[in-house]
């Protein structure tokens, strides 16, 4: 029996959507014994993380990290049996390059100590190359005004952080060397089109909360690895019914208080429902007097990622990933175990942000790129480019725009019986893989309530951690 289970008649509930937050739901209902059916419309598992195979490779959709601070995002791993294949950093260690200095490349780093909050990343500060001494003074006068704010304050999700940057003495040098080296890659936009309650957020709790918060963690498998199959054995063993290829068509309550899903050539009836999937398909599914302002969710907006892989035929850089300044090249990581590559490295550059350039042509984007590794790292100016491809995510997260915060809607909707999860739900977290896992244990934890289950002892880890 599982932990905090108590007897008594099964429920059903059907999940839409085979995402993260589905899969989170769909593995909390289940562990407090409820009957659940996944359904989802892909041929996978994984939702927006995900991999495909071209040729040989095995490819990731996108570069996916995580941080020590993504406590659920970390249980998730531990559910499905994959912690050890996703590893943390033993210590913050982010190589920064800069290629515009007069002199040629130069390297920095951010990384911490084993000292307490904030001198845990003093001495990184203190001697990072690619601001002036008067700039990183500044920098840390701003970190401890930052720190200083109260994230329960509605009045900061209607502010955009460049504007509070500038306030504080934030030159565009130091947003563009920092907090904009940090913030593009979680936020998904730059400091000037960010809410700064969720810039808040991000900075708060990734490095100045605890010191070890903002170690960085990789799957070293691919993503499918872990988000479709290892997912699927967890579902599987838990008795969850996965239905791949089944997009569902609509969702409405009968009159005894029972849903009914559609999906082609089937009605599937149901206690609960936990609608999984992004803004847009939410909105067109919900069930009139779900949401008193439904229309919200359309006005949360989208913002691409743009992903560019490079097969080089030799080794051209040691590090596992670095970032970069002076270049429209934002992170490189090395993709060749991961991937499965026998000879050469496999780059690939994540591009947050990529509004200017997610409809660029690959032609285009190869004649831009390929110089700016080559400014880059050294290294790839002798090597032979064995493949050049591109992936485009253009609804990649949602955009975390001032204001947005008022936009997201929480799991319980006026429904009975019908919950929202996804990582654009209200989850005080931006569009990560963290706020997806979040989202779905909080369907699931207002879906057992109603459903008269009670919540496994062990999903109150997570917000204890947290």
């Not at 979680?186 to 903002?214: C, E, H, I, Q, Y």
């Not at 997912?231 to 029972?258: F, H, P, Y």
């Not at 002076?326 to 000879?343: H, I, M, N």
């Not at 955009?399 to 809607?409: I, S």
Request: hydrophobic fraction near 45%.
């Amino acid at each position: 029996m599982t932990d905090g289970m108590r007897s008594g008649p099964a429920r059903d509930t059907v999940v839409v959507g085979g995402g993260l937050a589905g899969i989170t739901a769909a593995l909390a209902l289940a562990d407090a014994g409820v009957r659940v059916t996944l359904l989802e419309g892909r041929p996978r598992l994984g939702g927006l993380a995900f991999s495909f195979q071209r040729g040989e490779l095995t490819v990731d959709n996108g570069q996916h990290v995580y941080l020590r601070c993504c406590t659920a995002y970390r249980w998730f791993l531990d559910r499905i049996g994959g912690a050890a294949l996703a590893p943390l950093q033993n210590r913050l260690d982010v190589p920064v390059v800069d290629v515009t200095k007069p002199e040629g490349r130069r390297l920095g780093r951010l990384r911490r100590d084993a000292l307490p909050v904030p001198l845990h990343l003093g001495r990184s500060l203190a001697t990072y190359p690619h601001l002036s001494l008067a700039e990183r003074a500044k920098v840390g006068r701003a970190a401890l005004a930052l720190k200083g704010l109260d994230l329960a304050d509605p009045t900061l999700d209607a502010q955009d952080f460049g504007s509070w940057l500038t306030a504080h003495g934030q030159s565009a040098r130091a947003v563009e060397a920092l907090w904009d080296l940090v913030g593009v890659a979680t936020l998904n936009a730059v400091a000037g089109d960010a809410s700064l309650g969720l810039a808040a957020m991000v900075f708060k709790t990734g490095l100045l909360s605890d010191p070890g918060a903002a170690d960085i963690g990789w799957a070293r498998v691919p993503l499918g690895e872990l988000h479709d199959r290892l997912a699927r054995r967890a579902l599987d063993s838990v008795g969850v019914r996965t239905r791949i290829r089944s997009r569902v068509t609509s969702i409405s309550q009968n009159d005894n208080g029972r849903w009914s899903v559609r999906v082609p050539g089937e009605v599937i009836e149901t206690d609960a429902v936990v609608l999984a999937v992004p803004q847009r398909e939410t909105h067109d599914l919900l069930p009139d007097g779900a949401l008193d302002a439904p229309e919200q969710l359309l006005r949360i907006g989208t913002a691409p990622i743009l992903n560019i892989h490079v097969v080089y035929d030799r080794k051209v850089v040691d590090t596992p990933f670095l970032t970069a300044l002076g270049t429209p090249v934002q992170w490189v990581f090395d993709r060749t175990e991961a991937s499965g590559l026998k000879s050469g490295q496999y780059l690939a550059l994540s591009q947050s942000a990529a509004q200017d350039e997610i409809d660029a042509p690959v032609a285009a984007l190869r004649e831009r790129y390929l110089p700016e590794l080559q400014g880059l790292l050294p290294r790839t100016r002798d090597a032979q480019v064995e493949d050049f491809f591109v992936t485009r995510e253009r609804t990649a997260t949602f955009a975390p725009t001032p204001g947005v915060g008022r936009l997201r809607p929480g799991a319980r909707t006026k429904a009975s019986g019908l919950y929202l999860a996804g990582a654009w739900t209200a989850t005080g977290w931006p569009a990560t893989m963290e706020s997806a896992v979040r989202s779905g244990i909080g369907a699931a934890d207002a879906a057992l309530g109603a459903l008269g289950r009670p919540r496994p002892r062990h999903l109150f880890d997570v917000e204890e951690a947290a």
